[in-house]
């Protein structure tokens, strides 16, 4: 295995059962690392890890940051609870790879308990706007509420995106998603309506953070 994590970081490494826990500072002077896990502790797990921290010496991730644990595992779906997940799938694609990690970090925003009644309110909202929405099959997510929760998720993703990389590049990696293609498709052609019934909510995230 070539010898993983470059860029002078601080680097504590720990050997457990469910595999190499790995404490990466996002800059010389964080006081409070993220903790990539990595499953299977395999190379392509490993260059996952890298290409994560690599992306946040390369972006001010730190407004995104709502959970410090992160598991890397190799043929996993990603997902945000109980500990953030990544697969190795965007190895190639570090845009997709920041595009999966922000999403997930906005799942645990929105399911912060201070932004309960916002969010509730919100997707109330947006039941009023789309009163029906497609199943997993045509474009949505994995049930009805999901899907109306994930138009707030993608569309603060797209946001970050938009902030972090540029509106052109944001607007590539949306369309080159193949999952939720009806949310996705939402937010390139409502943006304007998805972001008014946000931020009218205040669930707003760089915005109010910096």
């Known amino acids: 295995m070539r010898p993983p ?3 002078g ?20 002077e964080s006081p409070d690392p993220l903790e990539i896990h990595l499953a299977g502790n395999s190379e392509r797990e490993a260059e996952v890890a890298e290409k994560l921290v690599a992306l946040s010496h390369k ?15 190799s043929g996993a779906i990603p997902r945000s609870h109980p500990v953030l997940t990544l ?10 790879l920041l595009a999966v990690f922000l999403h997930e970090q906005i799942h645990w925003f929105l399911a912060a308990p201070e ?15 789309y009163p029906e929405v497609p ?35 944001a607007r590539v990696v949306m369309e080159t998603k193949d999952i939720y293609e009806w949310i996705y ?16 909510h205040g669930l707003g995230i760089a915005h109010d953070r910096r």
């Open 5 to 7: 994590f470059r860029h």
């Open 9 to 28: 970081l601080r680097l504590f490494c720990a050997v457990f059962l469910c595999g190499a826990v790995l404490a990466l500072a996002f800059g010389q």
């Open 59 to 73: 972006h001010d991730l730190e407004p995104w940051l709502f959970t410090k644990r992160v598991r890397v595992e």
């Open 87 to 96: 697969n190795t799938r965007h190895l190639g694609s570090p845009d997709q």
């Open 115 to 129: 932004n309960r009644d916002s969010r509730e309110a919100a997707l109330a909202e947006l039941r009023a706007i």
């Open 135 to 169: 199943n997993a099959e045509t474009g949505g997510a994995a049930d009805v509420e999901s899907t109306y929760l994930h138009l707030l998720v993608n569309w603060l993703e797209f946001r970050a995106l938009v902030q972090l990389l540029g509106p052109e590049e």
């Open 185 to 200: 498709g939402r937010i390139l052609t409502d943006g304007p309506r998805l972001e008014f019934v946000i931020d009218r």
